[in-house]
């Protein structure tokens, strides 16, 4: 057996029940085989897979809260702390019900080469915890991040863990979390990014993955050629990364006609309001129901529907595996160009292989989505030098970190015979620093 098929099988049979996990490595691996068969004796004697594959550290936590009518509820917490070779452990944190060890094994094994994709001296992880922060009061989200950062406390900071957001956390649930953090450690400092202007918080990271997705897909466009203004976009989501995609697709002339939640998606063929969108989701917290009462012209449509939409483009922001094989069917059928994913793995593996196999262009999240955590870094330089740069300047180096990130990852895919497979391509540049570090600091 391979070196390759022995480590994937061995992932599998270690960590059982964790299916997304496997999803994660499987791609991962597969498509640095290449490089790994190049070097096996090498990468064997030093275990340098079992050693990527297994985190570094994994923690797991009690995280008990008091609601508004006095009961105490206990949610589980986590934070894996996967890969330190190229910087300090860097990744969100995920609130939401589905979140288990797996979910957040594979956010932290992808984290690992997004991180090293942009350029920037950040290592891999990724923590959260299974409370559900919808239909909370604002009392019962401070309570429940309090609580959670009280014990997440003990194993962060500025130069070792820096978490931020994700799924059901932003903005918010960052200020309560850096609250407490501060009040228990006594120290000031940018030990979360994503934070609020007022103490610490870059220009640009709220809208950093969205924006970013979008200047990495214009430059992978007008290298093949295409021009992205006058193009259909489908998007789903309705989230952070979701709604300033769509902003920056609209200021680049493109026309976006979709949306979702999790109960049901929006067509809007005048393209989406996006200050609409703001509205109901950022300010009013409210389900996409609401977005007929803004634009009546538009289409409310229970359940999931999205990629049925004919589209040139198809972005989605939401969560994983939210785009299967009959959605890259219908997507394909519809003539798409390319799929660029804002989320996290949303497409599966089966899905991802048709849509390559049928010509699609096809960018995974830890390349396309990596303006989010680049941000992040940039929010961890300016913390150090105790300065704040302007909107122009971190938006600049947001495009340029896209810019050089795509040209990597086409230029990885060349060197080992993919050209334009770009999962091989973020994977083998992702994976390439990594290894380096590992290998040059030793068996630690
Ligand atoms: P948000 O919580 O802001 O938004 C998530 C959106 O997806 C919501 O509209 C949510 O609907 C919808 N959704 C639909 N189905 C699901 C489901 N089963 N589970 C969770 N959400 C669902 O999160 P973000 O926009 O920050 O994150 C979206 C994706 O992008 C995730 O995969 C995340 O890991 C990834 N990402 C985020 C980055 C960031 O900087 N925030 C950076 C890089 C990647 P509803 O409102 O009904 O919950
Ligand atoms: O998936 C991701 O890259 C994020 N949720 C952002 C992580 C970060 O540290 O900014």
Known sequence: MSYVDEVIARIKKEN???????QAVTEVLESIRGI??????????DALLERLCNPERQIKFRVSWIDDKGQVHVNTGYRVQFNSAIGPYKGGLRLHPSVNIGIIKFLGFEQIFKNSLTGLPIGGGKGGSDFDPKGKSDREVMAFCQA???ELCKYIGAYTDVPAGDIGMGAREIGYMFGQYKKLRGVFEGVLTGKGKSYGGSLVRTEATGYGLLYLT???????????????????GAGNVAIYAIEKAAEMGARVVTCSDSTG????PDGIDVTALKEIKEVRRQ???EYKKYRPSAEYHEGRGVWSVKSDIALPCATQNELDIEDAKALVAGGVIA???GANMPTTLEATKYLQDNGVYFVPGKAANAGGVATSALEMSQNSERLAWSFERVDSELKSIMVRLYHNIDNAAK?????GNYVVGANIAGFEKVAKAMMAQGIV
């Open 36 to 45: 790994v068969d190049e070097n096996e004796s090498s990468f064997r004697r």
């Open 339 to 341: 799929v660029c994913e």
């Open 16 to 22: 059982p029940d964790e299916p997304e996990f496997h």
């Open 287 to 289: 389900r996409l129901t």
């Open 415 to 419: 060197r080992y015979g993919a050209d």
């Open 218 to 236: 214009e430059e992978m466009l007008r290298c093949h050629g295409v021009d992205i203004k006058g193009k259909t976009i489908t998007v789903s």
């Open 148 to 150: 959670f950062m009280s």
């Open 265 to 268: 998606w929006v067509y809007d």
